[in-house]
């Protein structure tokens, strides 16, 4: 099992930068090493996106949707963490960003995530 806690969101102008951090506490089963975490984001009356998501020890990822090319998923194996700096902040990505986590190779659907973080706030003023 493991717990996400995101943090780093906040109220930032366009074109700006954030990184969001999802640490990760193992509590049972695999590593953290082996699950895939993922950042998801969802907008009021928007289905849930993937946004980013990264395998293993970093060197698989993936990006979708408007943040590709803009984003930047990467993981610090120390500290159970993983990143997302978001560069050339829009208006668009104003939402809840959401940590999410299986046991497994990456996914942009998020039905196939075990656990999720409480998400924490990105709002972009143009």
């Known amino acids: 099992q493991v717990q996400l806690m995101e943090s780093g969101g906040d109220s930032v102008q366009a074109g700006g930068s954030l990184r969001l951090s999802c640490t990760a506490s193992?509590?049972?089963?695999?590593?953290?090493?082996?699950?895939?975490v993922a950042w998801f984001r969802q907008a009021p009356g928007k289905e849930r996106e993937g946004v980013a998501g990264i395998y293993g020890s970093g060197s698989t990822s993936y990006y979708a949707g408007s943040g590709e090319g803009r984003f930047t998923i990467s993981r610090d194996n120390f500290k159970n963490t993983v990143y997302l700096q978001m560069n050339s902040l829009k208006s668009e990505d104003t939402t809840m960003y959401y940590c999410?986590?299986?046991?497994?190779?990456?996914?942009?659907?998020?039905?196939?995530?075990?656990?999720w973080g409480q998400g924490t706030q990105v709002t972009v003023s143009s």
């Open positions: 193992v509590v049972s089963g695999r590593t953290y090493s082996n699950y895939c």
């Open positions: 999410a986590a299986r046991g497994g190779s990456c996914s942009a659907r998020d039905p196939v995530y075990d656990f």
